[in-house]
């Protein structure tokens, strides 16, 4: 189960989640530039604890593979 542990409206959120050994924050960022321009997402995702680090290893790529599909498809939505 994910729990939203922070809001900045308009700006970013977090989330976390916990399991055995292992604490993941997720973050979501968007950023505007000053005068116009296009809007930056930035998604990144921590994993922390006892097992985070080798849990983080062993699933990097699947991880990162996942973050790129959601990123798509929040521009996908956006965009639409």
Same mark, same amino acid.
């Given at each position: 189960?994910? &729990?939203?542990? =922070?809001?900045?409206?308009?700006?970013?959120?977090?989330?976390?989640?916990?399991?055995? $050994? %292992? %604490?993941?924050?997720?973050?979501?960022?968007? *950023?505007?530039?000053?005068?116009?321009?296009?809007?930056?997402?930035?998604?990144? @995702? &921590?994993?922390?604890? +006892? @097992?985070?680090?080798? +849990?983080?290893?062993?699933?990097?790529? +699947? *991880?990162?593979?996942?973050?790129? %599909? &959601?990123?798509?498809? @929040?521009?996908?939505?956006? =965009? $639409?």
């Amino acid at each position: 189960m994910w &729990e939203v542990t =922070e809001v900045v409206a308009g700006h970013s959120f977090t989330w976390m989640a916990r399991g055995p $050994g %292992i %604490i993941t924050t997720g973050s979501h960022v968007v *950023t505007a530039p000053a005068g116009g321009g296009p809007v930056r997402v930035t998604a990144s @995702l &921590e994993q922390a604890g +006892l @097992l985070g680090p080798l +849990l983080g290893f062993l699933t990097k790529q +699947l *991880t990162n593979r996942y973050l790129q %599909i &959601e990123l798509r498809g @929040l521009k996908a939505h956006c =965009e $639409g």
